[in-house]
Structure formats: C-alpha cells, structure tokens
C-alpha cells in the first residue's frame, strides 16, 4: 500500500499553475499572491469575478438573484461585442485579476451571438497569455447540434435555463471557483 499526503485544493492549484499564482478570497474581497520565494502579499481586490452575456434583462437578474447568496462580484454585457470589449479592457487595465474567473455566456443574442464572441475571447486570451476563463453556454436549447456547436466555439460546459441554484453550485465547484456557500 501506498499513502500519499492529501494535498488541499490550493496545494493542487498550486502545483498546475507554478510558481506564482493569484486567488480570490470572496470572503474578505482580497487576492493573495504567492511567490515561490514565500513572499506572500496581499492586495485589496474589488474586481468582478462573474460576467453574465445576456441580452435578457430578465434573465441577467435571474442569475444575479441566484448567484448572490454566493458572495461573488459580478459584471454582465448584453451582447458578445460587449463581452469581449469588457475583457479585453480587463486584460489591459487590471493589475490584479487579467481575466474573469467565470463567463456565463447566452448563445442567441443581437449584435454578436455566444458562439462568435467565445470563439474571439478564447482566441484574445490565448494570444494576450491570459490564463484560460471557463465560458459555459447558457440556453433554453439543448440539442445535440447546440451542444455540438458550443463546443466547437470554445464553450467548456452548457447550463439549461432556467437553472437551478444547485446546478450553478455544482458548475462553480467544477469551475474550481472560490465562494461562500449561500
């Protein structure tokens, strides 16, 4: 038989991402950064970790109503276009946080659909050397051509709407994301 030590999430996260790594604390609103060199710092952080494409005011409070209890900053677009500008102003002025931790995306909207706009933001952080955000589609069709689609566009997961508060619970521990449980 053998043991291996348990290693804690972070120790696990730790370990993929290497020597320097950056994770929100939802609980006090601060990112801690960790240097090999056991240089630990702490800065004050406020950056939204959520940003919700939705072109359905309704829908974008619906997700904001169940995603509250969990302590998260959350930002939304209404369209793709609108997403990717707010991603790409992200990357360029926030020293703390380049990315978003999560993106909701719907897949059907004016302007510029879910699938175009995850296609450019997964193509924007690959070239930029942002680390990956996941992109989970959200619809109220979940085909097998929907499914074959979003895929293809970059999308990591799929949440039928309407949804669950578990359902978003399991997502964000899929997601590895850090939140307090509502």
Same mark, same amino acid.
Do not use: W
């Given at each position: !038989?053998?043991? !291996?030590?348990?290693? *804690?999430? +972070? &120790?696990? #996260? =730790? /370990? #993929?991402?290497? /020597? &320097?790594?950056? @994770? =929100?604390? /939802? /609980?006090?609103?601060? @990112?801690? *950064? &960790? $240097?090999t060199s056991k240089d630990t710092q702490v800065k004050q952080c406020n950056c939204p970790s959520i940003l919700i494409v939705d072109d359905n005011d309704m829908n974008q409070v619906a997700f904001k109503l169940q995603l509250k209890g969990f302590k998260l900053n959350i930002l939304t677009a209404l369209n793709g276009k609108q997403a990717i500008e707010m991603v790409e102003e992200r990357a360029k002025t926030n020293e703390c946080c380049q990315c978003f931790d999560l993106i909701f995306m719907d897949c059907e909207m004016p302007i510029m659909n879910g699938f175009e706009s995850s296609r450019a933001i997964k193509e924007f952080i690959q070239e930029n050397q942002i680390p990956s955000v996941p992109i989970i589609a959200t619809t109220a069709h979940v085909s097998e051509e929907i499914k074959k689609e979003c895929f293809d566009s970059g999308m990591d997961d799929i949440l $039928? $709407?309407?949804? *669950? @508060?578990?359902? %978003? $619970?399991? #997502? #964000?521990?899929?997601?590895? %994301? %850090? +939140?307090t449980s509502p």
């Amino acid at each position: !038989f053998f043991f !291996f030590k348990q290693k *804690t999430a +972070y &120790e696990m #996260l =730790r /370990s #993929l991402v290497g /020597s &320097e790594m950056c @994770i =929100r604390d /939802s /609980s006090q609103g601060q @990112i801690v *950064t &960790e $240097k090999t060199s056991k240089d630990t710092q702490v800065k004050q952080c406020n950056c939204p970790s959520i940003l919700i494409v939705d072109d359905n005011d309704m829908n974008q409070v619906a997700f904001k109503l169940q995603l509250k209890g969990f302590k998260l900053n959350i930002l939304t677009a209404l369209n793709g276009k609108q997403a990717i500008e707010m991603v790409e102003e992200r990357a360029k002025t926030n020293e703390c946080c380049q990315c978003f931790d999560l993106i909701f995306m719907d897949c059907e909207m004016p302007i510029m659909n879910g699938f175009e706009s995850s296609r450019a933001i997964k193509e924007f952080i690959q070239e930029n050397q942002i680390p990956s955000v996941p992109i989970i589609a959200t619809t109220a069709h979940v085909s097998e051509e929907i499914k074959k689609e979003c895929f293809d566009s970059g999308m990591d997961d799929i949440l $039928k $709407k309407p949804s *669950t @508060i578990q359902q %978003l $619970k399991e #997502l #964000l521990d899929k997601c590895c %994301l %850090l +939140y307090t449980s509502p």
